[in-house]
T-cell receptor
């Protein structure tokens, strides 16, 4: 079945450091891929998405490229800020439809000044 | 757009009591999902509806849990009787089927059962 594996956290970085959060997936066909972010006390919200192979999703300085050959969708940001401290979830919609989504376990990021 | 609205934001109750969580999805969305989030188990899908019809409730942990969607703008998740292990944050999310539509989450209900 469809699955998502993302790196364990927590990740602690200093402000302005480079961020990579790894995500790999197993899926039938070529689904869209998503990154969601959850700030403290809030629900998950879409950060970025890519709908086909080699697409790059980007938002708020974050980027992720849909790599079919490595079945990966790693999240990157060149210079993190304290305000980026949150939990990040990689996700893909299941092939069965109805927009049922498989989420990774989440990676907590803490950025220190 | 008001987003997905959940109520209450916080609920504290005693073991054995009935708990009802409420959700108003985004207008025009035809799929609705209930999730539970805990430190131990992460984010779990409990049940989802399409056009007000329950499609898959295999994630509902026990018969103590039930969910309804009487119309396109309202859903409830009920726990009766509640137990301390039900303590978690419960999220409702909605979306439109087809295409590449993401889920839109509410801010959750933090349930504490003592």
């Amino acid at each position: 079945g469809d699955s998502v594996t993302q790196m364990e956290g927590p990740v602690t970085l200093s402000e302005e450091a480079f961020l990579t959060i790894n995500c790999t997936y197993t899926a039938t066909g070529y689904p869209s891929l998503f990154w969601y972010v959850q700030y403290p006390g809030e629900g998950l919200q879409l950060l970025l998405k890519a709908t086909k192979a080699d697409d790059k999703g980007s938002n708020k300085g974050f980027e992720a490229t849909y790599r079919k050959e490595t079945t990966s969708f790693h999240l990157e940001k060149g210079s993190v800020q304290v305000s980026d401290s949150a939990v990040y979830f990689c996700a893909l919609p299941n092939s069965g439809g109805y927009q049922k989504v498989t989420f990774g376990t989440g990676t907590k990021l803490q950025v220190i000044p | 757009d008001a987003g997905v609205i959940q109520s209450p934001r916080h609920e504290v109750t005693e073991m054995g009591q009935e708990v009802t969580l409420r959700c108003k999805p985004i207008s025009g969305h035809n799929s609705l999902f209930w999730y539970r989030q805990t430190m131990m188990r992460g984010l779990e899908l409990l049940i989802y509806f399409n056009n007000n019809v329950p499609i898959d409730d295999s994630g509902m942990p026990e018969d103590r849990f039930s969910a309804k969607m009487p119309n396109a703008s309202f859903s409830t998740l009920k726990i009766q009787p509640s137990e301390p292990r039900d303590s978690a944050v419960y999220f409702c999310a909605s979306t439109t089927t087809g295409g590449h539509s993401p889920l839109h989450f509410g801010n959750g209900t933090r349930l504490t059962v003592t």
